[in-house]
């Protein structure tokens, strides 16, 4: 009898979780399930070995539809609900892919990419999908928004952490795996070369080097960036910061 009280139990608190009720949502809205985003070993497992979560999201805002009404192109308003939804997913636990937007949106995920990649240049902001979340493919604008942070803005490792939604490690591993790149570019090695030296994929080196031939053309001198440390924060500042954040 308590085997199946607790059997019971279990499958009505996985129906409640996956299945909320929708009498309580707005209009435009929609429940969503996608991967937990503390699911960081998901990566090569399959979607019914990974961790999940229902969240809830602003699909069509009145606001939308208003701005509509009045002119602004529908391309505009998906760029928006394409980094409106990724904030809500991520604020409730979750972490979204392009393929889940395109499929809510009803546009491709080359479309939602394109939309994506615009929005954090236009923002010099790190939407918290997948792709950067979990460090999951070709995601060269989040790797070029978290350098910029650190090296030319003098941003803190944990104010650019908690920012582009990273971990204070994997910070730490794109500043050590960019000043790598940037040493062996300075020393006159091709990407094939830079590749086996520093035991990685030629695109990923080809994604080092397009930054770093940004900043040269730019006027950046390269040698003040490899002698640079990237600052941070005493725990004091820390704790201070967070605060700060919080209030805003």
Known sequence: MRTRQVLSSTIISMVNKFYPETSHLKQGQTPWVTTDKNATKSYGKKINQTPLVSVILDLVRAEDIQERKDGKK??????????????????????????ELAILLKISPPTVGKYIKEWELEHNEVLPRRGS???MGPTLTHKKIIIEKLFIKKLSVQQVSRETYHSFQAIQRYISKF???????KKGMNINEIAKVIGNTPRLIKEYEAII?????RGFVLEQIINTDAKVDSQYETIVNDLNSQKN
């Open 213 to 217: 031939l940004e900043y040269k053309d």
């Open 179 to 185: 000043k790598q790149v940037l040493i062996c570019y």
């Open 74 to 99: 529908l391309r505009d308003i998906k760029k928006e609900a394409v980094a409106r939804m990724l904030k809500q997913s991520y604020k409730q636990g979750g972490c979204m892919t392009s393929v």
């Open 133 to 135: 979340i979990h460090d």
